[in-house]
């Protein structure tokens, strides 16, 4: 296998990670209205921030290698990709600032209306993001306006069309869906029945979003493969809710967790050998091969990610396994002023909580 088939693979896995471990911080950061209401909202809101304290930070660093390796191994595509979609890139990363602030500042003042701008900070920040990465991503599948010297010519309203759209919606539809039955996953008592209960009407929606946005890209650009990864994500996606639906949250996890794998996959199936179609002309499309660094850089890179992968797989297993106690409100101390600075991985802002916690009993 050529190593630039080799890179596009690795980038479409570090893609796929990106979204299926960030998805479900999304999806409690915009659940945080909905899930933190009653009169004990500020204590619920902590058990969600604290659901996802220790792994958000570690979550996006899947991002950020997905965007580095896309440099080393393609840097047309890249220097393409990054200078035609500038500015939804720039509000994905603004968005992705105010929403780490909000986590970091929301407790630091004992002041219930300083806690509402910062949880408005979180939630913009984490809608914002879900949409338009599934905006990015369908755009790049269908293709967009590329010329002879490999420019994108279009603008922000290019993107913004009927199908584009259509995978925004289905990402943040998807994302709410995972945070919802995460926070099943994670928690005990109200939060967790409500979280469940709204895992399935989304989940509802998010599969009929999915079904449309897959079978209108793999019907312009499918493959066989592609088709094959549509279906498993369909099948993944009714299998946990039908999990959900039965109480079983933990294979409800691992059924959105699939669902989202296999649908990110089935978009980098379709979109192979290319890497950024033009709609322009075809001869102006971006492949895996004019648009991909020297045969020496690939091998250096191939090396290094052999060694450094598993260990860092390895390190954010731990991490989850650490964390994977079920939280709720009951754990929450009172507040008492602003919160100390924490000292070990936790939400930002909120006493952390202990790995004595009770154990899952699912």
């Given at each position: 296998m050529e190593l630039t088939t080799v890179w596009f693979i690795l980038i479409g896995v570090l893609w796929t990670g990106y979204f299926v471990l960030e998805g479900f911080d999304f999806g409690v950061g915009m659940l945080m209205p909905v899930l933190g209401r009653g009169e004990d909202g500020e204590t619920r809101k902590r058990v969600l921030l604290n659901t996802i304290g220790p792994v958000w930070d570690g979550n996006e660093v899947w991002l950020l290698t997905a965007g580095g390796a896309t440099f080393a191994a393609f840097p047309h595509w890249y220097a393409t990709l990054f200078s035609g979609f500038y500015l939804p890139l720039l509000l994905i990363l603004v968005a992705l600032i105010v929403r780490a602030?909000?986590?970091?500042?929301?407790?630091?003042?004992?002041?219930?209306?300083?806690?509402?701008?910062?949880?408005?900070?979180?939630?913009?920040?984490?809608?914002?993001?879900?949409?338009?990465?599934?905006?990015?991503?369908?755009?790049?599948?269908?293709?967009?306006?590329?010329?002879?010297?490999?420019?994108?010519?279009?603008?922000?309203?290019?993107?913004?069309?009927?199908?584009?759209?259509?995978?925004?919606?289905?990402?943040?539809?998807?994302?709410?869906?995972?945070?919802?039955?995460?926070?099943?996953?994670?928690?005990?008592?109200?939060?967790?029945?409500?979280?469940?209960?709204?895992?399935?009407?989304?989940?509802?929606?998010?599969a009929a979003l999915a079904v449309a946005l897959l079978v209108t890209l793999n019907a312009q650009t499918g493959s066989a493969a592609s088709w094959v990864a549509a279906g498993a994500a369909a099948v993944a996606l009714l299998a946990g809710l039908f999990a959900s639906w039965r109480d079983r949250e933990g294979w409800a996890f691992v059924g959105t967790f699939v669902a989202i794998g296999a649908a990110v996959a089935s978009l980098f199936l379709a979109l192979y050998p290319d890497v950024m179609p033009s709609s322009t002309n075809p001869a102006f499309s971006l492949t895996v091969t004019n648009a991909s660094s020297t045969a020496y850089t690939l091998k250096i890179m191939t090396i290094v990610a052999a060694v450094f992968t598993p260990l860092v797989l390895a390190y954010q297993a731990w991490t989850y396994w650490v964390f994977r106690r079920r939280i709720g409100t009951r754990h929450i101390p009172a507040a008492s002023g602003a919160a100390p600075a924490p000292s070990a991985p936790q939400a930002p802002g909120n006493s952390p909580v202990p790995p004595t916690a009770p154990a899952p009993s699912r």
């Open positions: 602030l909000g986590f970091d500042y929301r407790g630091k003042v004992d002041d219930p209306v300083w806690r509402r701008r910062w949880d408005a900070a979180i939630v913009v920040g984490s809608v914002v993001p879900a949409l338009l990465w599934g905006v990015a991503l369908t755009n790049i599948v269908r293709g967009v306006p590329i010329n002879a010297a490999k420019e994108y010519t279009g603008n922000l309203f290019t993107l913004l069309n009927p199908v584009g759209l259509l995978g925004g919606l289905t990402t943040v539809a998807l994302f709410l869906t995972h945070g919802a039955i995460f926070v099943a996953l994670k928690t005990e008592g109200d939060i967790r029945r409500q979280a469940r209960e709204l895992s399935l009407r989304v989940g509802l929606v998010a």
